[in-house]
């Protein structure tokens, strides 16, 4: 009996202890070459993406009355042979683009 109460609790100290490191992971940005890797997937749906690149550090984007936590990337693309040049914005928690803007 009290060696199945030291299981017990050992399942439950381990239970709660999983639980809270996928809170503590869940609450962290995702890393800005997965969200740079994302962006460029998008943008290659409307044709092949010739350059990149993502700026590491978070920032701040004020948008429609909201604030995002997000990572400033660019992509260049040829379009009808012409390099255009794209901003881009992706959310640094979900990865999902916010925002877009041709630079050239």
């Not at 992971?25 to 997937?41: F, V």
């Not at 943008?43 to 429609?64: D, N, R």
């Not at 009808?80 to 877009?100: C, K, L, R, S």
Request: aromatic share 10%; glycine share 8%.
């Amino acid at each position: 009996m009290k060696q199945c109460k030291k299981i017990l609790f050992a399942l439950g100290v381990g239970t709660l202890l999983g639980y809270t490191i996928k809170s503590q992971l869940d609450a962290m940005p995702i890393k800005p070459e997965h969200a740079l890797k994302r962006a460029k997937e998008r943008f290659k749906e409307a044709g092949p993406v010739s350059g990149s690149w993502i700026y590491m550090k978070t920032e701040t984007l004020a948008l429609h009355g909201l604030n995002y936590t997000v990572y400033r990337g660019g992509i260049t693309r040829t379009e009808n042979d012409v390099h255009t040049q794209y901003e881009f914005y992706v959310d640094a928690y979900t990865g999902v683009i916010v925002d877009t803007k041709i630079t050239n």
